[in-house]
Nanobody, 127 residues
Framework: QVQLVESGGGLVQAGNSLKLSCEASGVSSASSAVGWFRQAPGKQREIVAAISWRGGPTMTASSVEGRFTISTDNVKNTAYLQMNNLTPADTAVYYC????????????????????WGRGTQVTVSS
């Protein structure tokens, strides 16, 4: 069974940075891809970025391209989301998700691709 625990959220001022972590258990045998999603109040959950647990190519949403970077440490079974130059529009609950399926740039953008979800971590950016 895969379990995901996010951490690193908080309150920051616009222009600052945060690094989210997603610590996973059970991923080596059950999961091939990991993604970060976010959901702002009153809005649908949306993809932020995704990657294979082994690293390599990534998929990044256009809204965060050039500011956010996804990465993994498959020795620590941890995925990261480095978020730079944050704006109030980035305020949301950020979720980590893991998929049994192999990473690809198209399918990993969809929440239905993922089999396991964390509980989320709140990121609030003040202006």
């Amino acid at each position: 069974q895969v379990q995901l625990v996010e951490s690193g959220g908080g309150l920051v001022q616009a222009g600052n940075s945060l690094k989210l972590s997603c610590e996973a258990s059970g991923v080596s045998s059950a999961s091939s891809a990991v993604g970060w999603f976010r959901q702002a109040p009153g809005k649908q959950r949306e993809i932020v970025a995704a990657i294979s647990w082994r690293g390599g190519p990534t998929m990044t949403a256009s809204s965060v391209e050039g500011r956010f970077t996804i990465s993994t440490d498959n020795v620590k079974n941890t995925a990261y989301l480095q978020m730079n130059n944050l704006t109030p529009a980035d305020t949301a609950v950020y979720y980590c998700a893991a998929s049994k399926g192999s990473f690809d740039t198209r399918n990993s953008a969809y929440s239905s691709f993922y089999d396991y979800w964390g509980r989320g971590t709140q990121v609030t950016v003040s202006s």
